[in-house]
């Protein structure tokens, strides 16, 4: 995905590359009973089929995008590699985003999303006085 923003050359493959690649990993999680894991993955593997057959453009902001919810995967893998069971706090809003992304694509809105996401990143680093003060 990295290589995706060098330029067009060769993008398609590339992003074949990085399905197939979240494809696997989506199914060894449901084999492995890492259902967060799993279901974050498939909506990541849904956006990059988007990318695969052009509806949803390979900018910076998809890659950018892409490239966060995979930082929150890693994430996952290292609590299972600590002995936890790979969840992901707020994955629902995560998937609901990958979603959006596909539909504000095919309607040209992405920055209100962006927006969105970005908030929602800002109040999961929030500390938990903080996430009290934002739900009043």
């Known amino acids: 995905l990295l290589s995706l923003s060098d330029g067009p050359d060769e993008a398609g493959e590339r992003i074949a590359e990085a399905f197939r690649s979240i494809h696997s990993f989506k199914g060894n999680c449901g084999f492995m009973g890492f ?6 993955s498939h909506s990541l593997e849904a956006v990059l089929e988007s ?5 949803t453009p390979c900018d910076e902001n998809n890659i950018g995008l892409l490239l966060r919810i995979i930082d929150v995967l890693r994430e996952g893998v290292a609590e299972v590699s600590k002995g936890g069971k790979g969840e992901i706090q707020g994955y629902p809003v995560m ?3 990958l979603k959006e992304t596909i539909v ?5 809105c992405w920055k209100p999303l962006a927006r969105r996401f970005e908030r929602w990143i800002s109040f ?11 739900a009043r």
């Open 35 to 40: 259902a967060d894991l799993q279901s974050l």
């Open 104 to 108: 504000a694509m095919t309607m040209k």
């Open 95 to 97: 998937i609901d985003l």
């Open 51 to 55: 990318m695969k057959d052009d509806s």
């Open 124 to 134: 999961q680093s929030a500390s938990a006085t903080q996430k009290r003060l934002c």
